[in-house]
């Protein structure tokens, strides 16, 4: 066990130097990772077969064993996303303003790492391997935790990254590990020395981070994410998108949870749905209104209205009957997570009214709210997804992990000239 | 007295018809609302003198007075502040990414606003227009609560900029007007409804907040400013620096705190700086070390390592001699707020160190902390500064009360496909 306050304390003083370090030394270092997770598979493969034997014995279902497992596929894509990080441009030093306030007086806004960052994410041994590789590439110090159903993975691949990091002239402190769920508590209380936590699970334990915390929580704590069906749909894509995001994966924070249809097209449209939904082994539940025009087709248990803001994460699924494109948003702003939220129709001025007015970080036209992803959005990985509209919002990779400062130059200048009268400034931008 | 929790509601419901308002309307706004206020000097001035009478009577002293004070000069600041606002490019609807995922499936990350801030601010006129005026231009509602000492002469502001933005179009509830001290708990607790809040005010104000509110707080702590006169100084900028930071307006955040001088030219130096402030009726504290070379010029108490966390607000200085850059940049960093700090040097790779070391929203080069401010950085206003890393850092204009939303427009897309492998992502970016 460490003691994770004087980690965190190790961390802040070494961000310093990580912040520091080029963009030669942060790619030479992920290179480096990628090479010897390819060298060292057997004893990733030996600690993870542990980690594996103790989950089965402890009754662990089996899709939750899936993610357990790290094999070699999953090392192929751990490597090749390494190499896709070392191929993404320095997020760190670009010069974001450039502006001469006077003449000898000259302001600079340049992107630089948050500093330490605090991630506490689920049993996946891959995300381990890419979280650091985004903290690492982004000049960013990690407190990592992992869930402990995969501990002795974790360990394995977190000491071949930090030994590689710090052969490759990374900072000693700059990451470290915490084991036990009791040093979570611990990580939450180190507000001093870490500069944003990012939690990955269940809306209740991102919750509970974000209550128990002084530092910045940059988490998602829930995924109700809706389809409304326009009455200018196309029932092809209506249905597939339909399907597609409630079953592809239903444990995911973007599957849909609530589908909403125009009352002009339900009569046609609903039963249509319910028999595809129920080929798909989806529960149906809805109001009474849209209850009586499915109930012919397939079983459809009335929901209270209050009841719409529920995240099933399963194979059951919400419907409603709306007016218009208007009670379609209301209904969204005001049951809805903010996560993701899609619109079905041809029409494209209904399409744009949609997307102007929900108020989430992603908003679609005619195709699944599973898209919302790192890797999906070409991001290379992702840190988690922000329902949050603060820093970073919707999935988040390298840029949400990127901060700024402000560089100024003068020669003496001193503000007693400028407010009384003596000088005056006298912007001029740079182009950047 | 006025139901945070309703207005709060309400402005929720606003904010969507609020981020749609072109920036015809918010401009048009602004413009009236400019003509307006020179229009009504005299009601205004009405209601302030009945402010001051109030304050006076109260014994309000003559440097809060001077703050609470309306005067044409302060309108005719506000008003050309307007103006300065209308003329600067719209912050909303910028395209920040946009990518072809695969065929027919495109991404875009468009800015928009934060929806609803709620601001606390100190009493001062100026600043309730500044922040309303910010908060139109980036299309966000604002909830506004204003120090006492003003109410009168904020309510008739408020009227007036609010009247105007309805009948520019603005939609109802995009603004609203907190009066008691209470209602600042009430709006606390407003989580589900307000999706930023900025405190300004006293350290101990801002910390009360956050840790009184599940909402994301944008507000500077403290200002814990600091200057190092390196060995490599010239002797003219570093005095003129270090007395303006220290004494052109005390009360600031970005005054300075604590000088840090190089035990390499301390026998030369702070004679000489000990003299001219004690000659700008500065109070010097410094450590023992220090204190010896001062005493012979002037009176310096001593004081403990401890106490360089130290907000003065006020003519004192902490001074501490430091072996070299890095034991300043240790000493800033882990005394210091991560506010502004400086280095007075002519060497240009000192001075790069130390900018590239010192972990704060503000690092300069030979010139005063007192800089660190919106309209001295060109942001026309400044709605706070900020001393977080999230989201926003240092002086905080109109870029920092926008967020943006992912928009993906497909064609009947799902994810099975790509997950199946029957299509792979392809991205490619469109220069924007």
Known sequence: ???????????????????????????????????????????????????????????????????LKFNEAKINDCVNGIYQLVSLPDPLGTVQLSRELDEGLTLYRVACPIGVIGIIFEARPDALVQISSLCLKSGNCAILKGGKETAKTNKVLFDLIYETALKEGLPEGCMCRAELHNEIDELLSCDKDVDLLIPRGSNRFVRYIMENTKIPVMGHSDGICHIYVDEDYDEGKALSVIIDAKTQYTAACNAVETVLVSRKIAERFLPTLAKALTENRVKIRGTKEASELIDPVAPCEIMGEDEFNTEYLDLVLSVKLVEDVDEAVNHINSFGSHHTDAIITENDVTAEYFMQMVDSAGVYRNCSTR????????????????TGKIHARGPVGLEGLVTYKYKLYGNGHIVRDYAEGRRSFNFKDKVV
């Open 371 to 386: 898209f919302a992803d790192g890797f999906r959005y070409g991001f290379g990985a992702e840190v988690g997804i922000s």
């Open 1 to 67: 066990m460490i003691n994770i306050k004087e980690e965190a304390a190790k961390a802040k003083k070494a961000s310093s130097k990580m912040a520091a370090a080029t963009l030669e030394v942060r790619n030479n270092a992920l290179l480096s990772i990628a090479r010897r997770l390819e060298e060292s598979k057997e004893a990733i493969f030996e600690a993870n077969a542990e980690d594996m034997a103790a989950a089965e014995e402890a009754g662990v279902s089996p899709s939750i064993l899936k993610r």
